[in-house]
């Protein structure tokens, strides 16, 4: 039970960055920000943990029907002690429906009694979409992948593979995923975002750091990892000075805050509904919001950071906007900030690392 505790855990964990990554690269466009997209995205990315063959969330979505199917098959291929698969199973009662609503095309008269049989078929081509093994195309995905894309740009870890996609607004987005050798040692994921600037002078940068809630929706900052991730965000971002106000800059916005703790509601089963509240705090008000807990020990309380912390939607509205995140930053600094801070990767976050380009 521990075990896949921590492996869903993991895979929710991730499935929420992958998330927050296409609520920012899609401007919120709620139809692509699907946590089924983010599914797709993810298994693009990271099909070790996301991918159709090895994500016990992504089988858990499937349809009731396609459920069926796959008990069908199984307890078929013990009967019969040869293997059954639960595809073969759909597309032969795909037929016979089929065929059973050319006779009723044929027979007008009976036109007003296959109103179940249509339902019944409908779901079946469901389960056959889903139980098909052709992975996604291309034009599946809900960013295009583009090539040989040429960008000079910083990057934080050079010599990891990248992948290009294509967004809405003609812009290029460029991710890159890291992450422990094992998913099921995943206890956090980062995303490190870059917008840059459309004269190719800089970028803005925004980090969010994703954990946890425990169940009764308390984070412990305590915890000795906790306090070493978020020391390192603060190291890499706010202790550089990337938040400090550009005294050239007169555009009306929020302070320039670029480092923020997402908590995530915990997921008790694998077949549970995703939801998921999107508060995002930023790490240098964790200390006004924190509480003390029975023994003493630091906490952080939903009900005690939501008047400070922004909705996901905020969030992700605002970045776009230039409203938040680090003001402009020269490639030169970009470049000196990476090089002294590559220790923001940690052994048990998936790291999401995505650039913005024109």
């Known amino acids: 039970m521990a075990e896949t505790s921590s492996r869903i855990d993991a895979v929710w964990i991730a499935l929420n960055a992958f998330r927050g990554l296409v609520k920012i690269a899609s401007r919120g466009d709620m139809a692509k920000s699907t946590y089924d997209n983010a599914l797709d995205i993810g298994g693009a990315l990271y099909p070790d943990l996301l991918g159709a063959e090895n994500s016990i969330l992504r089988r858990e979505r499937k349809s009731d029907t396609t459920k069926e199917y796959r008990q069908?098959?199984?307890?078929?291929?013990l009967r019969d002690k040869e293997k059954v698969e639960p595809l073969t199973l759909v597309q032969n009662d795909l037929d016979e429906y089929s065929g059973l609503l050319e006779i009723?095309?044929?027979?007008?008269?009976?036109?007003?009694?296959?109103?179940?049989?249509?339902r019944r078929l409908n779901r079946l081509i469901i389960a056959e979409k889903e139980l098909n093994p052709v992975s996604h195309s291309e034009n599946q995905l809900i960013f295009r992948d583009v090539y040989n894309i040429d960008r000079?740009?910083?990057?934080?870890?050079?010599?990891?593979?990248?992948?290009d996609f294509k967004l809405p607004d003609e812009k290029v987005l460029r991710v890159r995923v890291l992450h422990p050798d094992k998913p099921e040692h995943i206890s956090g994921a980062d995303i490190v975002y870059e917008k840059h600037d459309h004269?190719?002078?800089?970028?803005?940068?925004?980090?969010?750091?994703?954990k946890i809630w425990s169940e009764d929706r308390v984070l412990y900052l305590s915890e000795s990892r906790m306090n070493d991730q978020l020391k390192k965000l603060h190291d890499f971002l706010c202790a550089n000075g990337v938040c400090d106000h550009d005294s050239g800059d007169n555009t009306y916005r929020f302070p320039f805050c670029s480092a923020f703790l997402?908590?995530?509601d915990k997921l008790q089963?694998?077949?549970?509904?995703?939801?998921s509240s999107g508060e995002h705090l930023p790490i240098c008000r964790i200390d006004e919001c924190k509480s003390a807990g029975v023994r003493g020990a630091d906490l952080l309380e939903y009900r005690n950071m939501k008047e400070v912390s922004l909705s996901s939607d905020m969030f992700e509205i605002?970045?776009?906007?230039?409203?938040?995140?680090?003001r402009l930053l020269s490639y030169d600094m970009i470049y000196e900030l990476y090089s002294e801070k590559l220790s923001?990767?940690?052994?048990?976050n998936v790291i999401i690392y995505a650039q913005e380009f024109i």
């Open 262 to 264: 997402r908590p995530t």
């Open 72 to 77: 069908r098959a199984e307890l078929s291929s």
């Open 269 to 275: 089963k694998s077949d549970q509904k995703f939801v």
């Open 152 to 163: 000079e740009a910083p990057c934080m870890f050079t010599g990891q593979g990248h992948r």
């Open 199 to 210: 004269s190719g002078n800089g970028a803005s940068i925004i980090a969010v750091q994703y």
């Open 318 to 326: 605002l970045f776009n906007k230039g409203k938040i995140g680090s």
């Open 104 to 118: 009723a095309k044929k027979e007008k008269d009976n036109k007003g009694r296959v109103d179940q049989i249509k």
């Open 344 to 348: 923001i990767q940690d052994k048990g």
